[in-house]
């Protein structure tokens, strides 16, 4: 998984919402105490987590779980094998 272009695709997304954004997504990694060059897709999971729970707050629950898909999604792609593991099936 390519951590780094994780993070950029969300920068992307959510900073032109507002700047805080990326305020907000440099505070999620810190107090999780990850970075962006080891991110693995467990952690960019409770990433996710983490950042929808922060979103919530700047946007609402509607639009904190729409950018949770969107999020989800871009770790999907970075990492299917993540979810094929995760899959009961």
Same mark, same amino acid.
């Given at each position: 998984m390519n951590g780094r272009d994780f993070i950029a695709r969300i920068e992307e997304d959510l900073v032109p919402v507002s700047p805080i954004m990326e305020f907000a997504i440099r505070k999620q990694l810190a107090d999780l105490g990850l970075t962006e #060059?080891?991110?693995? *897709? #467990? !952690?960019?999971?409770?990433f996710i987590d983490s950042m929808t729970d922060a979103l919530d707050? &700047?946007?609402?629950?509607?639009d904190a779980q729409r950018k949770r898909k969107f999020m989800i999604s871009l770790l999907r792609? #970075?990492? *299917? !094998?993540? &979810? !094929? !593991? #995760?899959? *009961?099936?």
């Amino acid at each position: 998984m390519n951590g780094r272009d994780f993070i950029a695709r969300i920068e992307e997304d959510l900073v032109p919402v507002s700047p805080i954004m990326e305020f907000a997504i440099r505070k999620q990694l810190a107090d999780l105490g990850l970075t962006e #060059q080891d991110l693995t *897709p #467990q !952690e960019a999971m409770r990433f996710i987590d983490s950042m929808t729970d922060a979103l919530d707050l &700047f946007l609402g629950r509607n639009d904190a779980q729409r950018k949770r898909k969107f999020m989800i999604s871009l770790l999907r792609k #970075q990492a *299917p !094998e993540y &979810f !094929e !593991e #995760q899959s *009961p099936i």
